[in-house]
């Protein structure tokens, strides 16, 4: 069977990618590739970061194991806050800021595929949380007021836009003076191959839309944040080495956390 390539359009590919995570919340399956094998979701949040309290305070299903790193570890998530999560998926890291944040916060969730919404309401109404709500759109349109955020995080999403610098053109919008951004992606550190570009499996598996650290640093300071700093974590090569076994895409890109401020 041949491998289906990504496609020029960026509504095209962006459809791409939505149709695959549609199928990931049918079949509870993972980023990475097809033939990933079941998925352990607890094991893999583990692995990035979550402790075990955070993993027992959610609601079940709403962890997917879809993540490359826990942006609730660099957040700072304070009580009252008005916290944005690009990407929000099941709702699993909407549900711990809520905690975070606590009932005179408030949290919301956008994200572009409808079958993971109704999956993130469904598990909010088994959370009985009042604090939070989930947005369908896309995070390069943002249906978010401006300067009305304290914070946003995401995991592992970014990297999946077609247009990241909108993307982070619009979180600039929607924060407020002094907001931030606490970002967990992937990351490329050199120039991917042809091949890994070219994947629509690697693209929508969070590998081969990766941009270079310089790129994203870019970005930022073009879209107006400032205090910009990405961390990678060299670690995370063990774990991406599995995403899609014997393709290399460990030498090429890496989980990081993205922070700045407005």
Known sequence: MSKKSVRDSADNLRDQVRERYAGIVKKSGCCC?????TPDPEAISTALGYDKNELESIPEGA???LGCGNPQAIADLK???TVLDLGSGAG???FLAARAVGPEGHVIGVDMTSEMLAKARENLKKSKLSNVEFRLGEIEHLPV???????IISNCVVNLSPDKFAVYCEAHRVLRAGGRIAISDVVALKPLTKKLKSDLDTYGGCVGGAALVSE???MLEKAGFVKIRISVNEKSREFIKDWFPGSGAENYVASATIEAVK
Request: hydrophobic share 25%; with cysteine; net charge negative.
């Open 33 to 37: 590739g097809s033939d990933c094998g």
């Open 92 to 94: 699993f890291d909407c």
């Open 63 to 65: 962890n997917l194991g």
């Open 79 to 81: 009580p009252g806050e």
């Open 216 to 218: 994203i640093k870019e």
């Open 145 to 151: 007021a401006d300067n009305s955020v304290e914070a």
